[in-house]
């Protein structure tokens, strides 16, 4: 069974950093694009940063300069530095990973559960 496990999230003052974690386990084979969302209450699912199997990174406007998405192909992870957080960073984050299975053909995205990053003072 393959599962994305996120950790790292919690309460932060602003200003503060956390750094996620998201762990693919399974029978995995590949993992192509790996990535960060976030969804706030009361807001659609939004993204925050992306990296491609070849490291090419993408952000959101909001949160470049400020996050880092890096990836460690080899233990199959996925980390968001998060710095100089705000509180309109609150919200909870989900990790996604374009997976190709052992004896599967095509890539399909799964998705963490979540972690809930709050920012307050």
């Known amino acids: 069974q393959v599962q994305l496990v996120e950790s790292g999230g919690g309460l932060v003052q602003p200003g503060g950093s956390l750094r996620l974690s998201c762990a693919a386990s399974?029978?995995?084979?590949?993992?192509?694009?790996m990535g960060w969302y976030r969804q706030a209450p009361g807001k659609q699912r939004e993204l925050v940063a992306t990296?491609?199997?070849?490291?090419?990174?993408n952000y959101a406007d909001s949160v470049k300069g400020r996050f880092t998405i890096s990836r460690d192909n080899a233990k199959n992870t996925s980390h968001l530095q998060m710095n100089s957080l705000k509180p309109e960073d609150t919200a909870v984050y989900y990790c996604?990973?374009?997976?190709?299975?052992?004896?599967?053909?095509?890539?399909?995205?799964?998705w963490g559960l979540g972690t809930q990053v709050t920012v307050s003072s």
């Open positions: 996604n990973a374009d997976l190709l299975l052992s004896g599967g053909s095509y890539y399909f995205r799964y």
């Open positions: 399974g029978s995995i084979f590949s993992i192509n694009a």
């Open positions: 990296s491609t199997s070849g490291g090419n990174t």
